[in-house]
C-alpha cells in the first residue's frame, strides 16, 4: 500500500546510498506523472522529465561533476564530497533529470522546478522508492560536455539542467527524516 500524503512527507529524507535495484519501471512511471502534476507559475509547465538508467550514462554524468567540482579554485566543496564518500550520486542507478526553461523575469523557473522535484521525491517516498534531491547535478554540465550531456538526455532546444532525483533503494538502513524544528511555526490569531 502506498503511503498516504502526511505518511510520505514524514517519511522523506535523503538517501545516500543505494543499491544496485533500479525501481520497477510501472513505478517509475507514476512517479515521473506525479511530477507533471506539479502546479507552476502560470501554468507554465516549462519543464521535461527525463527518467535515466542507463549506467554508462550516469557513470558520465557523475565523473564530469566531479572533476567540474574539482577544477574550482576553492576546493571546500570538493573536500566535502570527498570526505563522504567521493560520489555525487551515491551509487544510484536510476535518476530523473529536470530540464527547465528559461522565464521572465528570470528565475522564476528555479520555483517550479523545486516543486517538481519535491513531487517526485514524495511519490517515490509513498512507494517505498529511496530518493534525493540532487542539485550538485547541474555540475555535470559546467563544463565542456554541457551540449553533449543535453544532447545524450534529450533536453529542448533552449532548456538548461534544474535539478536531478536520485531514485532507487537504499543500500543500508541508516537514513532517516531530519528532525523538524517545531518552534519556527507560528500561529497568529
Ligand atoms: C534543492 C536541493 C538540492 C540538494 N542537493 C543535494 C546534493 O546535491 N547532494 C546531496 O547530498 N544532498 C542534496 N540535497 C539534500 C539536502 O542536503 C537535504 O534535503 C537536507 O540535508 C535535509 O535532509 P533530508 O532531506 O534528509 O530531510 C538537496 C536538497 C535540495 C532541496
Not at 558520465?60 to 561533476?65: I, K, N, P, Q, T
Request: hydrophobic share 45%; with cysteine; aromatic share 8%.
Amino acid at each position: 500500500m502506498p503511503l498516504n500524503t502526511i505518511e510520505a512527507i514524514r517519511a522523506r529524507y535523503s538517501c545516500r546510498g543505494f543499491s544496485d535495484q533500479i525501481p520497477a519501471a510501472e513505478d517509475l512511471r507514476l512517479i515521473a506523472e506525479a511530477g507533471l502534476a506539479a502546479p507552476s507559475g502560470m501554468n507554465r509547465q516549462l519543464w521535461r522529465v527525463i527518467v535515466v538508467k542507463n549506467k554508462q550514462l550516469i557513470d558520465d554524468l557523475e565523473a564530469e561533476g566531479l572533476k567540474n567540482i574539482a577544477a574550482f579554485p576553492d576546493n571546500g566543496l570538493y573536500a566535502h564530497i570527498m570526505a563522504r564518500g567521493g560520489k555525487l550520486f551515491y551509487n544510484a542507478r536510476c535518476m530523473i533529470v529536470i530540464p527547465i526553461g528559461k522565464t521572465e523575469p528570470a528565475g522564476a523557473e528555479l520555483f517550479d522546478c523545486g516543486i517538481i522535484a519535491e513531487n517526485i521525491a514524495l511519490a517515490a517516498t509513498s512507494l517505498g522508492i529511496n530518493n534525493l534531491i540532487c542539485g550538485l547535478a547541474a555540475f555535470s554540465f559546467a563544463g565542456e560536455k554541457n551540449n553533449e550531456f543535453k544532447q545524450r538526455l534529450d533536453f529542448p532546444p533552449g532548456y538548461e539542467i534544474g535539478l536531478a532525483i536520485l531514485l532507487g533503494y537504499a543500500a543500508n538502513t541508516g537514513g532517516k527524516p531530519h528532525e523538524p524544528d517545531f518552534s519556527k511555526i507560528k500561529f497568529i490569531e
